[in-house]
């Protein structure tokens, strides 16, 4: 079963402004224990919402709106893909990763195959 874990953005991601080396440090090591154990399919961060854009579809009117955007809490910041066995296998990875990332907030999502 594959999960995808996202967490969220937050004022200092939206700064821009880089992780500190022990904040590096802990999500290299976790991510070379996830890649390691084999469940570890994907991982990124995300670049702050001010290098992105928003598409907005109501029926034919297409809207692109260009960031950044207002409410940082509500904003992806990375996420990982895992190969896991149940979802409280992808809840355990993701406690840890929420450790790693500092993260406050993480969503598990059943990937659609």
């Excluded at 895992?82 to 990875?93: F, Y």
Aim: avoid cysteine; glycine fraction near 8%.
């Amino acid at each position: 079963m594959k999960y995808m874990l996202m967490h969220y953005s937050n004022e200092a991601n939206e700064a821009d402004v880089p992780p500190t080396p022990e904040q590096i440090a802990a999500v290299s090591q976790l991510m070379g224990e996830v890649a390691q154990s084999g469940v570890l399919l994907a991982a990124e961060g995300v670049r702050a919402s001010s290098y992105g854009a928003r598409l907005t579809v109501d029926g034919e009117k297409v809207t692109v709106k260009d960031g950044p955007f207002a409410e940082a809490k509500e904003l992806i910041a990375g996420f990982a893909i895992l190969d896991v066995k149940s979802k409280e296998e992808a809840i355990e990875h993701a406690k840890r990763f929420a450790a790693a990332v500092g993260a406050t907030q993480i969503d598990i999502r059943l990937v659609a195959e």
